[in-house]
């Protein structure tokens, strides 16, 4: 979408100077914050990824976090967690989930489990990049992961996100779903013996932490009470 062709020139860049500020006064905040111990410190990825956009010209930084497990593991496929952080939809906020990253890098049963690998994904923000931009560049990284089976377990694949990022983990979670209802109904359509499988979610969990949701489109209406019955409370 052109945002100044929506709005006009003069609103977007009213906006995207408002925004602009934020940014700053957000980087200030974390400085000030790992500076003075009050915040988490940064954790250094184990590898960087620039991942091209299927949509665009955007380029979706990914930071890459191993286990011990994974660090040592040779022609051993990889449990992956997927975590997008908070951004209010427009803070540039990537590596605010360093602490979350530590628990479970470090976590006992997680360590014991086998070779663990986080993927801590950026991904578009308006006002440069509008709905669903975000989604595009989750399901970039998303197909990313399944189209490398020699490294990551496709049956072991989870999801994460925080506030702006929980909406991302649970809207891909969604579009991930409906994909694979579509290619179920579709299989059992050309099924000739009529023995119908259920659609399988590619996705183990998914943790959303305080995440905006809201569920869009019609709702059937509850039937009428008939009139003298009686309602239970």
């Known amino acids: 979408m052109d945002h100044k062709r929506t709005f006009g020139v003069g609103p977007y860049l009213k906006i995207h100077f408002q925004v602009y500020l934020y940014r700053i006064f957000g980087k200030l905040l974390t400085w000030y914050g790992r500076i003075t111990g009050r915040m988490e410190p940064y954790l250094r990825p184990h590898e960087v990824l620039y991942l091209r956009s299927s949509t665009?010209?955007?380029?979706?930084?990914?930071?890459?976090?191993?286990?011990?497990?994974?660090?040592?593991?040779?022609?051993?496929?990889?449990a992956v967690h997927l975590n997008w952080h908070g951004s209010g939809w427009i803070r540039p906020s990537l590596g605010q989930s360093c602490r979350f990253i530590r628990t479970l890098l470090r976590h006992p049963f997680l360590s014991s489990s086998g070779p663990l690998t986080i993927l801590d994904c950026d991904y578009a923000k308006g006002p440069e990049w509008s709905c669903p931009a975000e989604l595009e560049d989750a399901k970039d990284v998303f197909d990313y992961v399944r189209g490398r089976p020699e490294l990551y377990d496709p049956a072991r694949i989870t999801?994460?996100?925080?506030?702006?990022?929980?909406?991302?983990?649970?809207?891909?979670?969604?579009?991930?779903?409906?994909?694979?209802?579509?290619?179920?109904?579709?299989?059992?359509?050309?099924?000739?013996?009529?023995?119908?499988?259920?659609?399988?979610?590619?996705?183990?969990?998914?943790?959303?932490?305080?995440a905006l949701a809201t569920w869009l489109g019609e709702r059937d209406e509850p039937p009428p009470i008939p009139k003298g019955s009686k309602t239970a409370g």
Not at 62 to 77: D, F, G, M, P, T
């Open 159 to 210: 999801l994460s996100g925080f506030s702006a990022g929980g909406t991302v983990a649970l809207g891909l979670s969604v579009m991930l779903g409906e994909e694979a209802r579509k290619q179920s109904l579709l299989a059992n359509s050309s099924n000739q013996s009529n023995t119908g499988s259920r659609p399988r979610h590619p996705v183990k969990a998914v943790m959303a932490f305080y």
């Open 56 to 78: 665009s010209s955007r380029k979706i930084r990914v930071n890459v976090y191993r286990n011990v497990a994974a660090l040592k593991a040779v022609n051993e496929q990889s």
